[in-house]
T-cell receptor, first 111, second 114 residues
């Protein structure tokens, strides 16, 4: 079975600062993908960034980037220049034959 | 371009009743997946429908069943409701069943069991 672990239930960051959210996963699949999703209070899950496991280069999407360490099965999300709109629950997900989500990290952005 | 739409937004039922939730996928998507998200938890995969058939299923009892229609829309049915079925039910759509395809989510249906 695949598992995704987010060890930080809550994080906070000052506006304009940088924050890193942690995620580790366990999978027996050789070909898989990793995702970060954001869920604001409005409830809709929004894709933040995607990483193909076969690619060594870390994915980047504007202010969002990942640190993918395949051997360590680690997939952290870095948010640079944090904005008030970044406040949300962030979920890490790993795919196999289905999507496996972590328990989430609640991010607070302090003005 | 309409995204994933779910109805109803909120539903209140009592134990033992049955419920049907509905989902219309994003335009151009042919695959629908359903998730249960308990309060304070991440989404748990229920099942996935493609070409009107259930393709993958998570660890949920047979009380949870579904259907996909020719227009790709989908229904989630839950029978003999239990208090533990209270949760946010999310529908997600994608193009094909391949695991590299990102899921596009709806706003969810909040189901409360009294």
């Amino acid at each position: 079975a695949q598992t995704v672990t987010q060890s930080q239930p809550e994080m906070s960051v000052q506006e304009a600062e940088t924050v890193t959210l942690s995620c580790t996963y366990d999978t027996s699949e050789s070909d898989y993908y990793l995702f970060w999703y954001k869920q604001p209070p409005s409830r809709q899950m929004i894709l933040v960034i995607r990483q193909e496991a076969y690619k060594q280069q870390n994915a980047t999407e504007n202010r969002f980037s990942v640190n993918f360490q395949k051997a360590a099965k680690s997939f952290s999300l870095k948010i640079s220049d944090s904005q008030l709109g970044d406040a949300a629950m962030y979920f890490c997900a790993c795919t196999g034959n289905q999507f496996y989500f972590g328990t989430g990290t609640s991010l607070t952005v302090i003005p | 371009d309409a995204g994933v739409t779910q109805s109803p937004t909120h539903l209140i039922k009592t134990r033992g009743q049955q419920v049907t939730l509905r989902c219309s996928p994003k335009s151009g998507h042919d695959t629908v997946s359903w998730y249960q998200q308990a309060l304070g938890q991440g989404p748990q995969f229920i099942f996935q429908y493609y070409e009107e058939e259930e393709r993958q299923r998570g660890n949920f009892p047979d009380r949870f069943s579904g259907h996909q229609f020719p227009n790709y829309s989908s229904e989630l049915n839950v029978n003999a409701l239990l208090l533990g079925d209270s949760a946010l039910y999310l529908c997600a759509s994608s193009q094909g069943t391949f695991s590299n395809q990102p899921q596009h989510f709806g706003d969810g249906t909040r189901l409360s069991i009294l």
